[in-house]
T-cell receptor
Framework: QKEVEQDPGPLSVPEGAIVSLNCTYSNSAFQYFMWYRQYSRKGPELLMY????GNKEDGRFTAQVDKSSKYISLFIRDSQPSDSATYLC???????????FGPGTRLSVLP | GAVVSQHPSWVICKSGTSVKIECRSL??????MFWYRQFPKQSLMLMAT?????????EQGVEKDKFLINHASLTLSTLTVTSAHPEDSSFYIC?????????????FGPGTRLLVL
Protein backbone atom coordinates (compact mmCIF):
# COMPACT_ATOMS: atom_id res chain seq x y z
CA GLN A 1 0.00 0.00 0.00
CA LYS A 2 1.33 3.43 -0.95
CA GLU A 3 1.74 5.89 1.87
CA VAL A 4 -0.56 8.41 0.18
CA GLU A 5 -3.16 7.52 -2.37
CA GLN A 6 -5.14 9.94 -4.42
CA ASP A 7 -8.50 9.44 -6.03
CA PRO A 8 -10.05 9.98 -8.54
CA GLY A 9 -8.17 10.59 -11.77
CA PRO A 10 -8.31 11.91 -14.42
CA LEU A 11 -11.43 14.00 -13.98
CA SER A 12 -13.41 16.14 -16.48
CA VAL A 13 -16.23 18.39 -15.33
CA PRO A 14 -18.33 21.15 -16.90
CA GLU A 15 -17.72 24.75 -15.94
CA GLY A 16 -19.58 25.68 -12.75
CA ALA A 17 -19.52 22.16 -11.30
CA ILE A 18 -18.47 21.33 -7.78
CA VAL A 19 -15.31 19.28 -7.78
CA SER A 20 -14.26 16.90 -5.02
CA LEU A 21 -10.67 15.70 -4.85
CA ASN A 22 -9.61 13.19 -2.23
CA CYS A 23 -6.57 11.55 -0.70
CA THR A 24 -6.17 8.74 1.79
CA TYR A 25 -3.09 7.99 3.78
CA SER A 26 -1.73 5.28 6.02
CA ASN A 27 0.60 7.12 8.42
CA SER A 28 -1.43 8.32 11.40
CA ALA A 29 1.45 10.57 12.45
CA PHE A 30 0.80 13.05 9.63
CA GLN A 31 -0.28 16.40 11.05
CA TYR A 32 0.22 18.90 8.23
CA PHE A 33 -1.89 18.62 5.11
CA MET A 34 -1.57 20.62 1.95
CA TRP A 35 -3.09 20.87 -1.46
CA TYR A 36 -0.97 22.06 -4.35
CA ARG A 37 -2.01 22.99 -7.86
CA GLN A 38 0.38 22.35 -10.70
CA TYR A 39 -0.13 23.69 -14.18
CA SER A 40 1.56 21.93 -17.03
CA ARG A 41 5.34 22.49 -17.10
CA LYS A 42 5.23 24.61 -13.93
CA GLY A 43 6.19 24.06 -10.31
CA PRO A 44 3.44 23.30 -7.79
CA GLU A 45 1.82 26.24 -6.03
CA LEU A 46 0.26 26.05 -2.60
CA LEU A 47 -3.52 26.22 -2.56
CA MET A 48 -4.56 25.23 0.91
CA TYR A 49 -2.86 24.32 4.16
CA UNK A 50 -4.43 22.65 7.16
CA UNK A 51 -2.97 21.59 10.46
CA UNK A 52 -4.59 18.55 12.09
CA UNK A 53 -8.30 17.84 11.61
CA GLY A 54 -10.91 20.32 10.52
CA ASN A 55 -12.09 22.45 7.63
CA LYS A 56 -10.58 25.48 6.00
CA GLU A 57 -12.18 27.69 3.41
CA ASP A 58 -10.55 30.15 1.02
CA GLY A 59 -12.76 31.61 -1.65
CA ARG A 60 -14.03 28.81 -3.88
CA PHE A 61 -11.78 26.25 -2.20
CA THR A 62 -12.51 24.21 0.93
CA ALA A 63 -10.10 21.75 2.47
CA GLN A 64 -11.24 19.08 4.89
CA VAL A 65 -9.14 16.79 7.05
CA ASP A 66 -10.50 13.76 8.87
CA LYS A 67 -7.61 12.26 10.77
CA SER A 68 -9.74 9.52 12.28
CA SER A 69 -10.44 8.20 8.78
CA LYS A 70 -7.04 9.23 7.39
CA TYR A 71 -8.84 11.07 4.62
CA ILE A 72 -8.50 14.56 3.22
CA SER A 73 -10.54 16.39 0.62
CA LEU A 74 -10.41 19.49 -1.50
CA PHE A 75 -13.66 20.97 -2.81
CA ILE A 76 -13.77 23.49 -5.61
CA ARG A 77 -17.03 25.40 -6.03
CA ASP A 78 -18.11 27.07 -9.27
CA SER A 79 -15.20 25.48 -11.11
CA GLN A 80 -13.61 27.49 -13.89
CA PRO A 81 -11.58 26.45 -16.95
CA SER A 82 -8.61 28.12 -15.26
CA ASP A 83 -8.87 25.48 -12.53
CA SER A 84 -7.75 22.87 -15.06
CA ALA A 85 -4.51 21.53 -13.62
CA THR A 86 -3.08 18.65 -11.66
CA TYR A 87 -3.88 18.74 -7.97
CA LEU A 88 -1.45 17.18 -5.54
CA CYS A 89 -2.14 16.44 -1.93
CA UNK A 90 0.82 16.48 0.41
CA UNK A 91 1.32 15.77 4.07
CA UNK A 92 4.04 15.67 6.68
CA UNK A 93 4.60 14.68 10.27
CA UNK A 94 6.51 17.72 11.43
CA UNK A 95 7.24 21.17 10.14
CA UNK A 96 10.39 21.29 8.08
CA UNK A 97 10.38 17.60 7.27
CA UNK A 98 9.85 16.40 3.79
CA UNK A 99 6.33 16.13 2.57
CA UNK A 100 4.90 12.97 1.09
CA PHE A 101 2.94 13.69 -2.07
CA GLY A 102 0.03 11.90 -3.60
CA PRO A 103 0.31 10.96 -7.27
CA GLY A 104 -1.94 13.83 -8.32
CA THR A 105 -5.31 14.14 -9.99
CA ARG A 106 -5.54 15.77 -13.38
CA LEU A 107 -8.62 17.98 -13.57
CA SER A 108 -10.14 19.42 -16.73
CA VAL A 109 -12.92 21.98 -16.45
CA LEU A 110 -14.70 22.25 -19.77
CA PRO A 111 -16.22 25.61 -20.84
CA GLY B 1 4.07 34.63 0.00
CA ALA B 2 7.61 33.38 -0.15
CA VAL B 3 9.34 33.13 -3.51
CA VAL B 4 11.70 30.44 -4.66
CA SER B 5 13.44 30.81 -7.98
CA GLN B 6 15.26 28.31 -10.15
CA HIS B 7 17.77 28.82 -12.90
CA PRO B 8 17.83 27.88 -15.66
CA SER B 9 14.19 27.21 -16.46
CA TRP B 10 15.18 24.74 -19.14
CA VAL B 11 18.38 23.31 -20.50
CA ILE B 12 19.38 21.04 -23.35
CA CYS B 13 22.75 19.34 -23.16
CA LYS B 14 24.73 16.59 -24.79
CA SER B 15 25.15 13.23 -23.14
CA GLY B 16 28.20 13.15 -20.87
CA THR B 17 28.15 16.81 -19.89
CA SER B 18 27.35 18.20 -16.46
CA VAL B 19 24.49 20.57 -15.74
CA LYS B 20 24.09 22.82 -12.71
CA ILE B 21 20.70 23.95 -11.49
CA GLU B 22 20.34 26.74 -8.96
CA CYS B 23 17.59 27.13 -6.40
CA ARG B 24 17.26 30.41 -4.51
CA SER B 25 14.96 31.58 -1.76
CA LEU B 26 14.40 35.22 -2.64
CA UNK B 27 12.82 36.75 0.43
CA UNK B 28 13.56 34.32 3.22
CA UNK B 29 16.34 32.10 4.49
CA UNK B 30 16.24 28.35 4.08
CA UNK B 31 18.54 26.09 6.06
CA UNK B 32 16.90 23.18 4.31
CA MET B 33 15.87 22.77 0.70
CA PHE B 34 14.45 19.78 -1.08
CA TRP B 35 15.15 18.55 -4.59
CA TYR B 36 12.56 16.61 -6.54
CA ARG B 37 12.29 15.18 -9.97
CA GLN B 38 9.09 14.67 -11.86
CA PHE B 39 8.51 12.55 -14.92
CA PRO B 40 5.61 13.34 -17.27
CA LYS B 41 2.21 12.72 -15.70
CA GLN B 42 3.80 11.49 -12.49
CA SER B 43 4.06 13.00 -9.05
CA LEU B 44 7.05 14.55 -7.37
CA MET B 45 9.72 12.16 -6.23
CA LEU B 46 12.08 13.38 -3.53
CA MET B 47 15.71 13.02 -4.52
CA ALA B 48 17.54 14.62 -1.63
CA THR B 49 17.40 17.05 1.25
CA UNK B 50 19.92 19.87 1.04
CA UNK B 51 21.24 21.20 4.34
CA UNK B 52 23.10 24.47 4.65
CA UNK B 53 26.61 23.90 5.92
CA UNK B 54 26.46 20.11 5.88
CA UNK B 55 26.12 17.18 3.54
CA UNK B 56 22.92 16.50 1.70
CA UNK B 57 20.75 13.54 2.60
CA UNK B 58 19.87 11.38 -0.38
CA GLU B 59 16.84 9.17 -0.81
CA GLN B 60 17.29 5.50 -1.43
CA GLY B 61 18.21 4.78 -5.00
CA VAL B 62 19.54 8.26 -5.78
CA GLU B 63 23.23 8.29 -6.67
CA LYS B 64 24.93 10.98 -4.63
CA ASP B 65 27.98 11.00 -6.92
CA LYS B 66 25.76 11.66 -9.90
CA PHE B 67 23.52 14.28 -8.35
CA LEU B 68 25.82 16.62 -6.46
CA ILE B 69 24.14 19.00 -4.07
CA ASN B 70 25.75 22.03 -2.51
CA HIS B 71 23.93 24.29 -0.06
CA ALA B 72 26.43 27.13 0.02
CA SER B 73 24.33 29.74 1.80
CA LEU B 74 21.00 30.25 3.50
CA THR B 75 19.44 31.30 0.20
CA LEU B 76 21.11 29.08 -2.39
CA SER B 77 21.25 25.37 -3.13
CA THR B 78 22.62 23.87 -6.31
CA LEU B 79 22.04 20.51 -7.94
CA THR B 80 24.63 19.35 -10.44
CA VAL B 81 23.76 16.45 -12.69
CA THR B 82 27.14 15.00 -13.57
CA SER B 83 27.80 13.08 -16.78
CA ALA B 84 24.19 13.45 -17.78
CA HIS B 85 22.52 10.78 -19.86
CA PRO B 86 19.19 10.73 -21.71
CA GLU B 87 17.53 8.89 -18.82
CA ASP B 88 18.29 11.91 -16.62
CA SER B 89 15.95 14.00 -18.74
CA SER B 90 13.24 15.16 -16.38
CA PHE B 91 11.67 18.12 -14.61
CA TYR B 92 13.68 19.07 -11.55
CA ILE B 93 11.98 21.11 -8.83
CA CYS B 94 13.32 22.49 -5.59
CA UNK B 95 11.40 23.62 -2.55
CA UNK B 96 12.10 25.27 0.77
CA UNK B 97 10.17 25.40 4.02
CA UNK B 98 8.96 28.85 4.86
CA UNK B 99 9.94 30.66 8.03
CA UNK B 100 8.25 33.04 10.48
CA UNK B 101 4.56 33.39 9.79
CA UNK B 102 4.77 31.26 6.70
CA UNK B 103 6.58 28.41 8.34
CA UNK B 104 3.83 25.92 7.90
CA UNK B 105 4.63 24.73 4.43
CA UNK B 106 7.00 24.48 1.55
CA UNK B 107 7.34 26.83 -1.36
CA PHE B 108 8.32 25.45 -4.71
CA GLY B 109 10.47 26.83 -7.44
CA PRO B 110 9.12 26.96 -10.99
CA GLY B 111 11.18 23.93 -12.00
CA THR B 112 13.96 23.24 -14.47
CA ARG B 113 13.32 21.10 -17.49
CA LEU B 114 16.40 19.10 -18.50
CA LEU B 115 16.72 17.38 -21.83
CA VAL B 116 19.81 15.29 -22.44
CA LEU B 117 20.43 14.39 -26.05
Amino acid sequence: QKEVEQDPGPLSVPEGAIVSLNCTYSNSAFQYFMWYRQYSRKGPELLMYTYSSGNKEDGRFTAQVDKSSKYISLFIRDSQPSDSATYLCAMSVNYGQNFVFGPGTRLSVLP
Amino acid sequence: GAVVSQHPSWVICKSGTSVKIECRSLDFQATTMFWYRQFPKQSLMLMATSNEGSKATYEQGVEKDKFLINHASLTLSTLTVTSAHPEDSSFYICSAPGTTRIQETQYFGPGTRLLVL
